[in-house]
């Protein structure tokens, strides 16, 4: 059996209690967590072209690279200063850091930026979600090449950063015609990666092709835990949240603490478009239909850490319980 190292706060326990976080019905406590973007702090992660990268060179890209993390650094020391324990970093923190033109290994980090997002790593339960066009079920060579040497990006700049634990969170892909071939394919990749991203690697359903029920059996056999999306499950699930297996997809976690993601339904736009905020009752009543004993929740709100902010608020004063139905 492989040995993950963990953060203390992937592990159930921080130095100190984080103030972001919500009561579970069993005594435990949920952290929250949002993704990418602080947008009180400003800011945003830079990347740059193709054709940017070939003109301006590894000095360029130095540069861009020097700006991104001292924003990750600001963002981290900002979450721990409100308790915020949980965060998503952008996939694009070392632009194109998957692409053949790119030696990762040549690309330094500033020491001093680089000891302040480690300060910060104790405290933290950090993942990373690569684009959809990182795709392990594909059955296109070009396109799984590309899929894998993305992943091993981000397991490197993970390792780089000092997050030992991690998680690096993937959709099924496509379905390609053929649902159980393309399941016996993703569980032979996954058992090809390398030991870096597989120790890291999570499974989430989607809201088109591969629901829970899908996902859970290849997330058994290959050894990767299942994250349950909430609205995927909702746009594609078929059963109420309360009635999924959760006793086997607790277990898909080992001795590591479950994670899930929570967003809500913008009824203006297409399925599985996201609201800014999070309405309390609506989340209370979510997570009371989860059935593990302790599990963490990231939230996929647009109004990133001021929803965070505002559902603790909102939880801290009580709020009317929600009304299916009713307005939220």
């Known amino acids: 059996m492989t040995t993950t190292m963990m953060t ?5 326990w921080a130095p100190s ?3 972001c976080s919500v009561a579970l019905p069993g005594g435990q406590r949920a952290l929250l967590g ?3 973007i602080n947008l009180t702090l400003g800011g945003t992660v830079r990347t740059l072209r193709l054709a940017t990268l070939r003109a301006r060179g590894a000095a360029g890209l130095r540069e861009i690279v020097d700006a991104n993390m001292a924003l990750l650094a600001d963002v981290l020391e900002w979450n721990r200063q409100r308790g915020i324990a949980m965060f998503r970093l952008s996939s694009d923190l070392i632009p194109f850091g998957s692409h053949p033109e790119v030696d990762l290994a040549a690309v330094e980090l500033d020491g001093a930026t680089l000891a302040r997002i480690r300060d ?3 405290s933290m339960r950090l993942s990373m979600h690569p684009a959809q066009f990182t795709v392990l079920s594909t ?3 070009a396109v799984l090449s590309r899929s894998i040497a993305e992943l091993d990006y981000h397991a490197t700049l993970m390792d780089r950063l000092g997050i030992a634990g991690g998680d690096i969170v993937l959709h099924g892909g496509g379905v390609y015609g053929d649902r159980a071939a393309t399941a016996r394919r993703l569980v032979a990749t996954i058992a090809l990666l390398q030991p870096g991203v597989r120790r890291r690697l999570r499974l989430e359903n989607d809201e088109r092709s591969w629901a829970v029920a899908d996902l859970l059996p290849i997330c058994e056999e290959a050894g990767v835990p299942l994250i349950v999306d909430n609205l995927h499950h909702a746009l594609n699930g078929g059963t109420p949240l ?5 006793a086997r997809i607790g277990a898909t976690w080992g001795n590591r603490r479950p994670k899930m993601h929570y967003s809500e339904q913008d009824l203006t736009k297409r ?6 905020g999070v309405t309390p009752g609506l989340f209370e009543a979510t997570l009371a239909g989860v059935g593990l004993p302790a599990f963490d929740v990231m939230l996929e ?3 990133k850490e001021q929803a965070l902010l505002a559902l603790v608020e909102a939880l801290r004063v009580g709020t009317p319980p929600h009304t299916p139905g009713g307005e939220s």
């Open 8 to 12: 203390p706060v992937e592990q159930g």
């Open 17 to 19: 209690a984080p103030r």
């Open 34 to 36: 949002y993704a990418c």
């Open 120 to 122: 910060a790593l104790p």
């Open 139 to 141: 059955a296109d060579p």
């Open 242 to 246: 309360a009635e999924l297996p959760w």
């Open 271 to 276: 399925p599985g478009a996201h609201t800014a």
């Open 301 to 303: 709100c647009k109004a």
